[in-house]
């Protein structure tokens, strides 16, 4: 195998490809990226056994097609060091030669039939999706799955496509996130699945390299994701996902409209009164203002008001600052809209079209969060 190519191009697909790899992988064959050379394309893979990503390069110079199987840690710390605007690598008796006019690099490869099969995206039973959608509905539901509070609830995104609508739902048992948009769906498929962290991020960085529209196929134990120049499959987490509609209360007769910017501040303001063990926030209604306060035992007090839209009668409610900022700052509009019926009732923001956001109140009598 041999290739010449621009630095630049060849280096946007290992950036591709790269998170895959886990320095915790037992198997040292999962540790290598595969490198295969034929009519006048490059295709970069990598795999852990539950997610594998491919990316296509169709702007090479393939002098002898082939195939090789090197550490991907090394191969991609070279081309991303890479000074030089063209760059050629060559595979020789099971290794890695890359060089241009002024460096050089051999790196050991092992056998390319041990690495495990990619498997292939099918042409048949998809959607597409418009990219900045699909990012749209990620951004506004998996950040309750990422971080260290992933240990409550579910550890996956819900994903449905049915009728001419595509749905995300994320959950942790405190707080659930619903996004739904519309698709064009002329097969009339009906498929849902649960999708892991490793899985949606992966989705997320492939359809942030895409322009246009992204293939999603859903089978029974895995899920495709297709752009241009990249191919995603990821295992499934197996089960049912929770009836979550049961959680998203109906009976919300309270309705007060913010500016989301104003909110976060006066949110951001108050919590510097918290703690880790104290996360309670009193936020009180009371005709066109909200009163925003901390009374924390071993810290202090803090409070503030800001204008609100809201004309119904006097109600005060708390609730975890955090969860609400994770929303807001996941959101773009300006404008929300918080809808609360009482201090034992979940409150639901809503933002934009098709965008439901559910956080469960704390007791107001609480000394330490739970």
């Known amino acids: 195998m041999k290739i010449k ?21 037992v198997n040292p064959m999962l540790q290598n990226v595969r490198i295969v050379a034929k009519n006048n394309t490059l295709e970069l893979s990598t795999t852990d056994m539950e997610v594998s990503v491919s990316y296509l390069i169709d702007s090479v110079e393939v002098l002898t097609p082939g195939k090789m199987v090197g550490p991907e840690i090394q191969i991609s710390s070279i081309v991303k060091e890479w000074t030089e605007e063209d760059i050629e690598i060559t595979e020789e008796d099971k290794k890695c030669v890359i060089k241009g006019k002024d460096n050089f690099f051999k790196i050991l490869c092992t056998d390319p039939d041990g690495f495990p099969t990619i498997p292939q995206f099918i042409e048949e039973e998809c959607v597409e999706i418009d990219k900045d959608v699909l990012l749209d509905m990620i951004k506004k539901t998996a950040f309750i799955i990422l971080g260290d509070r992933t240990k409550h609830g579910t550890s996956g995104v819900f994903l449905e496509i049915n009728g001419n609508h595509v749905k995300m739902v994320a959950n942790d048992g405190r707080r659930l ?7 064009d769906n002329p097969q009339g498929i009906s498929k849902s699945c649960i999708i892991p962290i490793k899985g949606i991020l992966q989705m997320q960085r492939i359809a ?3 322009e246009d529209l992204v293939k999603l196929r859903i089978e029974e134990k895995r899920l495709f ?3 241009k120049n990249s191919t995603l499959c990821s295992q499934l987490l197996e089960g049912q996902y929770p009836k979550y509609e049961e959680v998203i209360p109906t009976n919300l007769d309270k309705k007060i409209s913010m500016d989301r910017s104003k909110f976060a501040s006066a949110i951001r303001r108050v919590s510097i009164m918290t703690t880790d063990e ?4 009193r936020f009180k209604f009371s005709g066109e203002t909200l009163e925003i306060k901390c009374l924390s035992p071993d810290v202090g007090e803090s409070k503030t008001v800001i204008p609100v839209e809201y004309s119904g009668e006097e109600l005060e409610i708390g609730l975890n ?37 559910v956080v469960m109140p704390m007791n107001l009598g609480d000394e330490k969060s739970t």
């Open 278 to 281: 104290y996360k309670l926030l």
């Open 177 to 183: 996130s619903e996004v739904k948009k519309k698709i």
């Open 225 to 227: 994701v297709k752009t």
């Open 208 to 210: 942030s390299e895409q």
């Open 5 to 25: 190519c621009k630095k630049e191009i060849i280096r946007k697909g290992f950036h591709i490809v790269e998170n895959v790899i886990s320095g915790s992988n």
């Open 321 to 357: 600052p955090e969860f609400l900022l994770d929303f807001l700052k996941n959101v773009d509009s300006e404008g929300i809209l918080l809808e609360l019926k009482d201090p034992g009732t979940a409150g639901v923001l809503k933002v934009g079209a098709g965008c439901t956001y």
